[in-house]
Nanobody
Framework: QVQLVESGGGLVQAGGSHRLACTASGRTSRIYSMNWFREVPGKGRDLLVRLRLNDGNVWYSDSVKGRFTISRDSAKNTVYLQMNRLKPEDTAVYYC???????????WGQGTQVTVSS
C-alpha cells in the first residue's frame, strides 16, 4: 500500500505562483507514476500532469502546459507541482495520485484546496 499526503494549498492572487507537495510513504518502490489531478465541483476530476518515475517522462495537459511544472525529490519521496501564472479558473481541489502500472491510479492523497483570486 502507498499512502500520499498533499500539502501547500491556499489562496493565491491571479498571476501569482504557488507550489504543492505530495509525499509518499509505504510501498513506494511499486510506484510507476505520480500524477496531479484537480477537481472543480460539478466538473469531475481532470488529470493535469503525469510523471513516469522510471525514465522521468512527463505529460502535461494543455490547460497547464507551460505554466505548471512537476518535479521530484527522490530522497524525500516527494513530488512537487509548481504552478505559475495562476488564473481564477485554476481554482480547484488538487489531488496527487500514484499509479502502479501505465495509466493506473491506485492511491490518492486527501486533496488540497487552491483558490486563485482575481
Amino acid at each position: 500500500q502507498v499512502q500520499l499526503v498533499e500539502s501547500g494549498g491556499g489562496l493565491v492572487q491571479a498571476g501569482g505562483s504557488h507550489r504543492l507537495a505530495c509525499t509518499a510513504s509505504g510501498r513506494t518502490s511499486r510506484i510507476y507514476s505520480m500524477n496531479w489531478f484537480r477537481e472543480v465541483p460539478g466538473k469531475g476530476r481532470d488529470l493535469l500532469v503525469r510523471l513516469r518515475l522510471n525514465d522521468g517522462n512527463v505529460w502535461y495537459s494543455d490547460s497547464v502546459k507551460g505554466r505548471f511544472t512537476i518535479s521530484r525529490d527522490s530522497a524525500k519521496n516527494t513530488v512537487y507541482l509548481q504552478m505559475n501564472r495562476l488564473k481564477p479558473e485554476d481554482t480547484a481541489v488538487y489531488y496527487c495520485a500514484a499509479g502502479s502500472s501505465p495509466g493506473s491510479t491506485d492511491a490518492w492523497g486527501q486533496g488540497t484546496q487552491v483558490t486563485v483570486s482575481s
